[in-house]
């Protein structure tokens, strides 16, 4: 029993072994018969027909340039850089037009207002403000063979006959019982009696 049981082991396995060369040997050969695809033919590429624009005029100087040195004598060796830089060079007329246009000077501000007459001029051009008269006070008149003025001015007191001045500055012209008469620089003012300050200026 044990070797018919040993037998039919021995067959399973021996089938299971076939079956897996089998296998093995159909994916070795369907591998080798299968042919990689070929590579579809290439399509011609369709070139874009260029389109050539306009050269500027640098582009046409510099080509025109670039021609001359083979029409000149190719054994000189300095022809091209001497019309390299005669083709570099500005125009002698260009430069005699900027020349000609030369920008006129700029006058200052300050000298014109100063010298025109229709513009304000400096301070000391208006006509000086004459100095007014201190706020005097007449508080007394002694009238006889000479006048005498009793004359005020915040804390000091004056006492003036015709004829003198006040702080050598105001010339007491006159001094009767109605007031006292000041002048100093062709101006005057006229101090009443008991008034409250300069009464009549002129």
């Given at each position: 029993?044990q070797d018919?049981?040993?037998?039919?082991q021995i067959?399973?396995?021996?089938?299971l072994v076939?079956?897996?060369?089998?296998?093995m040997?159909?994916?070795?050969?369907g591998?080798?018969?299968?042919?990689?695809?070929?590579?579809?033919?290439?399509?011609p590429?369709?070139?874009?027909?260029t389109e050539t624009?306009?050269?500027?005029?640098?582009?046409i100087?510099?080509?025109?340039?670039?021609?001359?040195?083979?029409q000149?004598?190719?054994r000189?060796?300095f022809?091209?850089?001497?019309?390299?830089?005669?083709?570099a060079a500005?125009?002698?007329s260009a430069?005699?037009?900027?020349?000609?246009n030369?920008v006129?000077?700029?006058?200052?501000l300050?000298?014109?207002?100063g010298?025109?007459?229709?513009?304000?001029g400096?301070?000391?051009?208006?006509?000086?403000?004459?100095?007014?008269?201190?706020?005097?006070q007449?508080?007394g008149?002694?009238t006889g063979?000479?006048?005498i003025a009793?004359?005020?001015?915040g804390?000091?007191?004056?006492?003036?006959?015709?004829?003198?001045?006040?702080d050598?500055?105001?010339?007491?012209?006159?001094?009767?019982?109605?007031?006292?008469?000041l002048?100093?620089?062709?101006r005057?003012?006229?101090?009443?009696?008991?008034?409250?300050g300069?009464?009549?200026?002129?």
């Open positions: 029993m018919k049981k040993q037998k039919i067959a399973i396995l021996a089938v076939l079956i897996c060369f089998g296998y040997g159909l994916k070795l050969m591998g080798k018969s299968h042919t990689p695809p070929q590579p579809e033919a290439s399509q590429s369709q070139t874009k027909p624009l306009p050269a500027p005029d640098n582009a100087i510099s080509t025109a340039v670039a021609k001359s040195p083979a000149g004598n190719p000189d060796p022809m091209p850089m001497m019309e390299t830089m005669v083709a500005p125009s002698s430069a005699r037009r900027f020349s000609n030369s006129p000077p700029i006058i200052p300050g000298a014109g207002v010298q025109s007459g229709t513009e304000n400096p301070a000391s051009s208006q006509a000086a403000v004459p100095e007014a008269f201190p706020q005097y007449l508080t008149v002694i063979q000479t006048n009793i004359i005020r001015l804390e000091s007191r004056y006492i003036v006959k015709e004829g003198q001045k006040i050598g500055q105001y010339e007491v012209t006159s001094v009767s019982q109605e007031g006292v008469l002048t100093r620089g062709g005057s003012v006229f101090l009443k009696l008991g008034g409250d300069n009464a009549n200026k002129s």
